[in-house]
DNA sequence: TGTATTTAGTTAGCAAAGCTAAGTATATTC
DNA sequence: GAATATACTTAGCTTTGCTAACTAAATACA
């Protein structure tokens, strides 16, 4: 129990540094950290809705209108209603959008693959193992009962 | 170098996803997950200053000034100036603190460690590894010059 | 049909995280 | 002993995340 303990408390503190130092980067793009989150999602999966999105992001709705706004209102994606039920908002990214990703995405691996590629051939395949075991872990699953 | 991308996208997004995911039962421990990590350096570094928990927690001044405000306001760590250099603050781990890190961590171990022990213990050893490439990719070192 | 409920998203308003710039107080330098 | 450097703090900004309360559209039901 400990060592899960041990683990999960690193993991904590290892997600909590990542983050900080991915920051000043992706300020440099002009993007968050979740706005580029979500950026990634709306290019991945082209169309969603705002809902789909949320759940993907697991954040509340409130938090996913404001980061779609944001990113509307920077070019990056655009908002339409579906047609068949005016209630729900589709989600697509732009040209500049999926472009932007792709230069945030490069700011990115300055900062950590410029250590990843690094790492011998061995260590990288842990780490692959390991984000396929974290995505498990912490990927969208009906977090809590409200 | 596409495959370094690839994982650094992942890891970021799994950071992005683990934190969300425990952002609310830390927030049950009346903590933040900032201050959690703040704690835990301070219970596991007694006697640190200032200065060492910013470098450590890889913020600037006054983000630490602020967190540590937060817990000894909440009763849980305490300030002190050194004799020899009354520039300098030093930080404590009040027992109250110590004993509420490890109910925090307990609470983290129910979100994470609940998935986590029914990993095999191959996966263990997996993410065990990662962690320790993770803390060497991310640890404090002199970020950016300024 | 026509009210009542549910669903999707939005708006308002709050606390905390992070930052930079500018201030204070103590040490150090010359 | 005046000038500079260091350690931290204060002020003020943007963004994240939340809950609560609202609007609008769809569905239920009677």
């Known amino acids: ?8 408390d690193r993991l904590h503190s290892t997600a909590i540094h990542l983050l900080r130092r991915v ?27 705002l809902g789909e999105l949320a759940h993907a992001e697991q954040v509340r709705p409130p938090t996913i209108t404001r980061i779609v706004a944001q990113l509307e209102a920077a ?13 729900v908002t589709i989600v697509k990214a732009s040209a500049k959008g999926a472009k932007l990703l792709e230069e945030g995405r490069r700011r990115r691996i300055a900062v950590l693959a410029s250590e990843v590629v690094r790492l011998t051939r061995r260590e990288l395949a ?12 912490v990927g969208p699953r009906a977090p809590h009962p409200k």
Chains 1, 2 share one sequence.
Do not use: C, H, N
């Open 126 to 137: 842990d780490l692959e193992r390991a984000a396929d075991l974290l995505e498990r872990l």
């Open 23 to 49: 920051r000043r980067e992706d300020a440099g793009a002009g993007l968050s950290a979740p706005q580029l989150s979500a950026l990634s999602v709306i290019v991945f999966r082209d169309g969603l809705t």
């Open 1 to 8: 129990m400990s060592a899960a303990s041990d683990l999960a």
């Open 75 to 87: 070019g990056l994606a655009l908002r339409s209603r579906r047609a068949s039920d005016k209630r």
